[in-house]
């Protein structure tokens, strides 16, 4: 089983519809992290968070929001979708205790916005 | 602040080719530096990370990747390119105390010809 899953894989919607993605991770590690990969642009954070308690804005939050449910469970929501959230986002998980620690990935959520 | 510039989107090599992908660097602070390749309809995995000790860092599949701090680079290499070494391909930067907040580049799309 893989240790980051991401739940929908695939989510086509409107706009002004509200989504959730799910992210739920099996590796007992505190930080998390959800990042929108745009061609050409690289991958660009949009929210992490280091414990239950710790969640913090990254480069691009406009327009999303968090929760994290649990040490395992982080979800990314589009509070009202707009075409250009259209994106592939991926959730990551580190432990810092690896330090400098790696990045674990998800298989990613293709989002279409029409 | 830091960043991380990625020379080529796209790369086309022939198989049995050396693979040269570029990555240069900027940060006022000593940097950790990482590679992720991205296969199709797949997250991003880890190649290699440079953490300070050795300056030449030894990843999967063969890649490598040098850490010169005069030049401000850290170019990913492999010998001989293999058909399966067809993905994308990412740099990334973060440094102490930067919460491994990762920054990424835009990515190198790499081809493999017969």
């Known amino acids: 089983d893989a240790d980051v899953t991401q739940t929908p894989r695939n989510r086509i919607t409107k706009t002004g519809k509200r989504i959730m993605l799910e992210c739920s991770q099996t590796?007992?590690?505190?930080?998390m992290y959800w990042y929108r990969q745009d061609p050409g642009l690289g991958l660009r954070l949009i929210y992490y968070?280091?414990?239950?308690?710790?969640?913090n804005k990254g480069e691009i939050s406009d327009g999303y929001s968090v929760s994290r449910q649990a040490q395992a469970k982080f979800s990314l929501s589009l509070e009202s979708a707009i075409p250009n959230q259209t994106a592939l986002y991926f959730c990551?998980?580190?432990?810092?205790?690896?330090?400098?620690?790696?990045?674990?990935f998800g298989p990613g959520t293709r989002l279409t916005v029409l | 602040a830091q960043s991380v510039t990625q020379l080529g989107s796209h790369v086309s090599v022939s198989e049995g080719a050396l693979v040269l992908l570029r990555c240069n660097y900027s940060?006022?602070?000593?940097?950790?530096l990482f590679w992720y390749v991205q296969y199709p309809n797949q997250g991003l995995q880890l190649l290699l990370k440079?953490?300070?000790?050795?300056?030449l860092v030894k990843g999967i599949n063969g890649f490598e990747a040098e850490f010169k701090k005069s030049e401000t680079s850290f170019h990913l290499t492999k010998p001989s390119a293999h058909m399966s070494d067809a993905a994308e391909y990412f740099c990334?930067?973060?440094?102490?105390?930067?919460?491994?907040?990762?920054?990424f580049g835009t990515g190198t799309q790499l081809k493999v010809e017969l």
């Open positions: 990551a998980t580190s432990d810092p205790r690896q330090g400098p620690d790696t990045q674990y």
């Open positions: 590796k007992g590690h505190d930080r």
């Open positions: 968070s280091f414990d239950v308690k710790d969640i």
């Open positions: 940060s006022s602070v000593p940097p950790y």
């Open positions: 440079y953490t300070s000790a050795a300056t």
């Open positions: 990334a930067v973060t440094f102490t105390g930067g919460g491994n907040k990762l920054t």
